[in-house]
């Protein structure tokens, strides 16, 4: 065991050194709390201890003897995010019978999908979260919307985060916000991203061609905003999937279940013969998605949708590049890892998904209201513009100074903060200087400042 300093905040254990782990190392050590890592390979965790100032233990995150040298006893959190789901549950089952802390555990497996919340319940987990189910949610989102590059669900989806890009010649190139409010109800734009630089603007900011965009609203107000500027509104209407793995099937039920025509093309033919017995609306082609003839041949050029979904960021990249050259297809590219991220940055992607911030997103809302002193709590977190700015839904249980009950024009926020929305049992409000948030409301913050646990953390 290596010795580290002190901190404020809580004490967690986090078993796995992957993706996921690693992204919640970077950002939860960064936010101040105590953090222990476990993992069978010394490599991982000597990478990590060099980099961060943490603990790390290497061996079996479930044996209750590493447990205790791990200090499990005095653990506020422990979060499993090893590459077996099996493993995951035990961790933070013998944790829970050990210690008297809470647990969050990666589950990947489809069979595992419908019973998460009897696990979560009977296990007495907090927290039960599958990256590719929700990386197929989001993907799914936006191709309802094949105009937005993202869409985020808040307020138990009665109001989203929607970013799109702007173009030129269009309505809104050359406009201000203010302009531009006068013209649209119930949409609030939130952050824009500008050459790698992002303002949270005020009325007089005037957008530009190149532009991508955020904005809040409604659900229901989205695509009346769309058509009023003058783009798309309709879903897709067919999907072309390359590779047939968990985010594959994940997707392509819930495409069907929209009524969308689904074909995925997938190399092994076990698996392909699985996923034509579990979707046997869908077509499932065995071959090679990276086959420029088979492509051609199975109708990339006409395809509304392309979803690239091998296991190889490279191939993603590579064939959503080429979709883009021979089709006018809506296209998300999966991307796992984070390296080269300017030289990603400036192709053109369509809608950049990365499972890893899935995860560690829905973590990290749980942690910063776990790290709350006061009774409201984070209902919602997403990270914008590769971790530039954050968007924070905050349940208000009860008073706060200065705070509710108090114009918002007159509440002192802090610098590059907007509130987008108050949601008031189930009425989302696109809020003016006058209006008001009460105990009871949900409201969501866009701010590039980082780490807010509270909603008193708004205001200077």
């Known amino acids: 065991m290596f010795q580290k300093k002190k901190t404020k905040g809580l004490n967690i254990i986090i078993v796995g050194c992957g993706r996921v782990g690693v992204t919640l190392v970077e950002q939860l050590s960064a936010e101040g709390h105590s953090i222990t890592v476990i993992d069978k390979d010394p490599k991982l965790v000597s990478e990590l201890i060099n980099q961060y100032d943490i603990l790390g233990i290497v061996g079996n995150g479930a044996s209750f003897s590493l447990q205790m040298e791990a200090g499990i006893k005095d653990t506020d959190l422990i979060i499993a995010v090893t590459d077996s789901d099996e493993l995951n549950l035990l961790c933070c089952t013998v944790a829970r019978r050990v210690g008297n802390c809470s647990a969050i555990a990666r589950v990947r497996n489809p069979d595992y999908s419908l019973e998460i919340d009897y696990l979560r319940d009977k296990l007495g987990l907090a927290m039960i979260i599958n990256p590719e189910l929700e990386t197929s949610r989001e993907m799914a989102r936006v191709l309802l919307l094949p105009n937005a590059l993202d869409v985020n669900s808040f307020a138990h989806g009665q109001a989203e985060l929607v970013k799109f890009k702007v173009k030129e010649g269009t309505m809104l190139d050359g406009i201000t916000i203010a302009e531009l409010g006068s013209k649209t109800e119930d949409v609030l734009i939130c952050a824009i991203e500008r050459k790698g630089e992002i303002h949270i603007p005020s009325g007089h900011f005037k957008i530009e061609a190149g532009d991508n965009v955020s904005f809040a609203a409604p659900r229901k107000a989205v695509k009346g905003f769309f058509k009023s500027i003058g783009l798309k509104t309709h879903q897709v209407k067919d999907a072309l999937i390359i590779g047939g793995g968990n985010t594959a099937y994940y997707l392509a039920r819930q495409l069907l279940h929209m009524g969308i025509g689904v074909k995925i093309i997938e190399e092994d033919k076990e698996r392909c013969e699985l996923l034509a017995e579990l979707l046997p609306k869908a077509i499932v082609i065995n071959g090679d998605g990276t ?27 590579l064939l959503t590049l080429y979709s883009n050259r021979v089709s006018n297809a809506k296209v998300i590219t999966k991307i796992n890892r984070l390296t080269f991220n300017d030289v990603i940055d400036g192709l053109d992607l369509g809608s950049v998904i990365y499972p890893r911030y899935i995860t560690a997103e829905a973590i990290i809302a749980y942690v910063r209201a776990k790290s709350a002193s006061r009774s409201n709590s984070i209902e919602t977190l997403y990270h914008m513009f590769s971790q530039s700015a954050e968007a924070i839904e905050f349940r208000v249980d009860e008073a706060y100074p200065g705070i509710t009950e108090t114009p918002i024009k007159d509440i002192k926020l802090k610098k590059n903060l907007l509130i987008a929305f108050i949601n008031r049992k189930g009425k989302i409000i696109i809020p003016g200087g006058s209006d008001s948030i009460l105990p009871g409301d949900t409201v969501m913050v866009v701010t590039t400042n980082k780490g807010f646990n509270d909603i008193s953390d708004i205001t200077l």
């Open 291 to 317: 086959d420029e003839d088979l492509l051609i041949e199975e109708g990339i050029d006409s395809v509304q949708s392309f979803i690239p979904l091998t296991g190889s960021d490279e191939e993603n990249i």
